[in-house]
């Protein structure tokens, strides 16, 4: 059996639907076999496995592998590399750390079939630029986090397609927060949200007109509208709203989280009261959550 099989064969708990997928969320958070920071947390583990399904992982391996740090996801250094080296697309992955002092440098050569090897260098000298000796994982293991560094480059640049914008977690770790991450939920403090603006003419002027919010007013009144929906169909539209998914996508990780968990938990309800008319059906995840 090839490697490829190996990586699409179907596991046990794979879920095929949506409802599969609440209940599998369901259960392995109120488990000790996912890391802290799903644990008691359905909705994350929905999103961390939606991610994982769209790269490719079985839900096991994404929710080992992808961690959410300064409100971003990542793949931890081993997993980033696994992903690239199960693609077809892969030829080869080389590294290296040479040197000593602030010369010791991390070398990371991609080879993609077909195309110019990319190669990538992370020093002790960068991370000094950086600020990042300071750091204890940088003091206690200093060649690993400039390989983690120097691969995530390399790879990121040979495998856009495969990685999907995902960066590293040790680099994740190691760079400052965006702005709206950490804001407070006060409404005087938070930025304003509303959907990115179309091209141009007639809709540019209209998407002009729509009303500004802040999220947590937003927030608010997501929660309003699903109190009063009685229909699965309903969560999918207001998830596919615009305000809605670009506050998930720009907003602070307290937020997005809020967001997400408001929609799980709605879509799960209505799927509970779908149970005695039978099976429900496979309706995939709602909209386009990220």
């Given amino acids: 059996m090839n490697e490829l099989s190996l ?13 599969q997928l609440v209940t599998f969320a369901d259960m392995a ?19 961390a496995v939606q991610w994982g399904a769209e790269l490719g992982m079985p839900p096991m391996q994404a929710l080992n592998s992808i961690a959410v740090i300064n409100g971003r996801p990542g793949i931890w250094g081993d ?5 690239c080296r ?8 080389i590294e290296t750390i040479e040197g000593e002092g602030e010369g010791r440098t991390a070398t990371c050569t991609a080879v993609r079939r077909g195309s110019t090897p990319v190669t990538a260098r992370f020093s002790l000298g960068d991370a000094k630029r950086a600020g990042l000796l300071s750091k204890d994982l940088y003091k206690q293991y200093p060649d690993r986090m400039i390989q983690n560094r ?8 040979a495998f856009p397609d495969v ?15 965006d702005p709206f991450v950490g804001a407070t939920l006060d409404a005087k403090a938070e930025p304003i949200v509303q959907p990115p603006s179309p091209p141009g003419g007639a809709d540019r002027a209209a998407a002009a007109k729509v009303p500004k919010r802040t999220y947590r007013q937003l927030v608010d009144e997501v929660r309003q509208k ?9 969560v999918v539209a207001l998830a596919d709203e615009a ?10 990780a307290e937020v997005r989280q809020e967001l997400s968990d408001l929609l799980a938990d709605a879509y799960g309800r209505f799927a509970e009261q779908a149970e005695d008319a039978g099976p429900p059906d496979d309706d995939g995840f709602p909209g386009d959550l990220p």
């Fill in 150 to 157: 120097a691969r995530g480059f390399a790879l990121r640049d």
């Fill in 7 to 19: 990586r699409t064969r179907p596991t046990v708990l794979e879920p095929q639907s949506f409802d």
């Fill in 86 to 93: 199960q693609s077809p697309l892969c030829q080869d992955i």
């Fill in 226 to 234: 699903l109190a009063g929906f009685t229909d699965r169909d309903d």
């Fill in 79 to 83: 997993g980033l590399i696994g992903l």
């Fill in 29 to 47: 958070s109120k488990t000790d076999f996912v890391p802290k920071q799903f644990q008691g947390k359905p909705g994350a583990i929905m999103l």
């Fill in 163 to 177: 990685l999907r914008g995902m960066k590293t977690a040790e680099e994740l770790h190691d760079t400052p927060p």
């Fill in 243 to 252: 305000y809605v998914k670009y506050a998930i996508e720009h907003a602070n």
